[in-house]
């Protein structure tokens, strides 16, 4: 069983949420609290994924939330009422694990809890919309060929490896490289390891960007 915990100031959502998921044979409910500091001061128990609302009432920051929650070991989902692409994006950023709005049914909330306790990003149509109209300064414009060798590499691929399936030699893969380096630095998002260019890979959605065959 994936053990869940809700951070929400909805009462009502806080109230059913036990009730609505007591069917799952997946997930079960073990921690609920209004605040990120409430939780984080409360938590008695191991949890596996942190389901944490956008805007809390209290009025902190939706990445600082994340962030504090990440900070503390845990992987986070993030949900909102309404889609903000901004701060969809922001909190991606700050390392929560997936973004979708309240309106998507228990199966799809469900299916992306799943997702991140497995270490992995929950995609969803309203993080790619986020994505797609991200469009500041801070999300550097990357050529075709440096946005292929970068998801190669950074994905596990060798550097000789992505030099190969992109058909050009290994130091021409190398300053492709070199450049997105660059251009994440211009924008004062640093990328020197192979870890940090994962990260940006996470971060900007380009991953889902290749699928989706956008630009």
Same mark, same amino acid.
């Given at each position: 069983?994936?053990?869940?915990?809700?951070?929400?100031?909805?009462?009502?959502?806080?109230?059913?949420?036990?009730?609505?998921?007591?069917?799952?044979?997946?997930?079960?409910?073990?921690?609920?609290?209004?605040?990120?500091? %409430?939780?984080?001061?409360?938590?008695?128990? %191991?949890?596996?994924?942190?389901?944490?609302?956008?805007?809390?009432?209290?009025?902190?920051?939706?990445?600082?939330?994340?962030?504090?929650?990440?900070?503390?070991?845990?992987?986070?989902?993030?949900?909102?009422?309404?889609?903000?692409?901004?701060?969809?994006?922001?909190?991606?950023?700050?390392?929560?694990?997936?973004?979708?709005?309240?309106?998507?049914?228990?199966?799809?909330?469900?299916?992306?809890?799943?997702?991140?306790?497995?270490?992995?990003?929950?995609?969803?149509?309203?993080?790619?919309?986020?994505?797609?109209?991200?469009?500041?300064?801070?999300?550097?414009?990357?050529?075709?060929? %440096?946005?292929?060798?970068?998801?190669?590499?950074?994905?596990?691929?060798?550097?000789?490896?992505?030099?190969?399936?992109?058909?050009?030699?290994?130091?021409?893969?190398?300053?492709?490289?070199?450049?997105?380096?660059?251009?994440?630095?211009?924008?004062?998002?640093?990328?020197?390891?192979?870890?940090?260019?994962?990260?940006?890979?996470? %971060?900007?959605?380009?991953?889902?960007?290749?699928?989706?065959?956008?630009?």
């Amino acid at each position: 069983m994936i053990r869940v915990a809700f951070i929400d100031d909805d009462r009502m959502l806080l109230d059913g949420i036990g009730s609505w998921l007591a069917g799952s044979n997946a997930l079960t409910v073990v921690a609920k609290a209004h605040t990120v500091a %409430e939780f984080l001061e409360s938590l008695s128990v %191991e949890v596996d994924v942190v389901v944490l609302d956008l805007f809390l009432a209290d009025g902190s920051d939706p990445a600082d939330n994340v962030a504090n929650l990440v900070e503390a070991g845990h992987k986070v989902l993030v949900v909102s009422v309404t889609p903000q692409a901004t701060h969809g994006i922001d909190v991606v950023r700050a390392g929560a694990s997936g973004y979708l709005t309240k309106d998507n049914d228990l199966a799809t909330l469900t299916s992306a809890i799943e997702v991140v306790a497995a270490g992995e990003m929950a995609y969803s149509p309203e993080l790619a919309f986020a994505w797609a109209r991200d469009d500041r300064p801070s999300k550097p414009r990357l050529s075709p060929q %440096e946005r292929a060798v970068l998801l190669d590499y950074a994905t596990g691929l060798t550097l000789e490896v992505a030099a190969r399936r992109a058909g050009v030699k290994t130091s021409t893969a190398k300053s492709y490289l070199d450049r997105v380096k660059m251009k994440y630095a211009q924008v004062g998002r640093p990328a020197t390891t192979k870890l940090d260019l994962a990260t940006r890979v996470r %971060e900007d959605g380009l991953h889902r960007d290749a699928r989706s065959g956008s630009e």
